[in-house]
C-alpha cells in the first residue's frame, strides 16, 4: 500500500514540476496535504496559474508588438 501511495506522491511533485512550481512550492502543496489542508492547496495551486496566465498576457503583448511592427514595415514596403 505504501508503495502505491509513494508512486501516487511521486506522480504529484512530478505534475507540479511540470506545471513549472519551484521546490519550495512543491514542497507546501506537500506539506498542506499532510495537514489535510485541501483548499489551501487549491489557492497554492490557483495562485500558480495565475503567475502563469500573467507571464502568458505579457509576452502576448510582446507578439502583438513585434506583430504590429512587421505590419508597419510591409505598409511601407507596398506603398513604394
Not at 519551484?22 to 507546501?28: G, P, S, T, V
Not at 499532510?34 to 500558480?48: F, M, R, V
Request: aromatic residues 4%; charged residues 30%.
Amino acid at each position: 500500500m505504501a508503495m502505491s501511495n509513494d508512486k501516487s506522491i511521486g506522480s504529484v511533485i512530478q505534475n507540479l514540476k511540470d506545471a513549472g512550481c519551484d521546490a519550495q512550492c512543491i514542497e507546501q502543496f506537500l506539506s498542506l496535504g499532510e495537514e489535510g489542508k485541501t483548499l489551501e492547496q487549491l489557492e497554492l495551486l490557483s495562485a500558480h496559474r495565475r503567475q502563469l496566465l500573467d507571464k502568458v498576457h505579457q509576452e502576448e503583448k510582446r507578439i502583438d508588438c513585434l506583430d504590429y511592427l512587421v505590419y508597419q514595415i510591409q505598409k511601407k514596403k507596398s506603398a513604394v
